[in-house]
């Protein structure tokens, strides 16, 4: 199992970017998701506990359960269902107030099984396109949170 971590500081308000990533149909504002849907709405919110996100990326197709939820601080996800398969043990997103703005941290733990060499796979192919795709997603975020900031009296 590998371990992807990307981390960003977006110059904006903790809830304003804690409702954005987990909103996950905004992550078609980045070129690497062609579409993202809530398929089945959480407990106590859209996108809380029992959630069910379902997303076609350039690099695959996703079916992710929200796990845990805690508004605006941290969610968790694993993913039920993917193709290409992978085994997924843990994604969560951690938001914590900077003078900034707010420090997104975007942790996966995940397999790609392969017939031979699966950690190989993972970490030389699977890590660094994950990494690729959290980055694009989270630049995302940030245009879409500081020019909003931006154009708000």
């Known amino acids: 199992m590998e371990t992807v971590t990307v981390r960003r500081v977006i110059a904006a308000p903790i809830a ?36 069910v996100r379902l ?6 197709w996703f079916r992710e359960r929200i796990t845990a939820y805690n508004a605006p601080y941290d969610f ?23 003078a900034e703005g707010t420090l997104v941290v975007w942790t996966t733990i995940c397999q790609i099984p392969a017939p031979f060499g699966a950690d190989a796979v993972t ?23 500081t020019t909003n900031r931006a154009r708000r009296p």
């Open 123 to 145: 970490r030389v192919l699977v890590k660094p396109v994950l990494t690729h795709v959290f980055g694009a997603i989270l630049d995302a975020a940030d245009a879409a949170l």
């Open 16 to 51: 304003d970017v804690f409702d954005w990533c987990a909103t996950s149909t905004n992550y078609t504002r980045s070129p690497f998701v062609l579409k993202a849907r809530l398929a089945r709405p959480g407990a106590g919110a859209p996108y809380g506990v029992g959630a």
């Open 76 to 98: 968790d996800y694993v993913v039920d269902r993917s193709f290409p398969p992978a085994r997924h043990e843990l994604g969560r997103m951690t938001f914590t107030e900077v």
């Open 55 to 60: 997303h076609t990326w350039l690099i695959g």
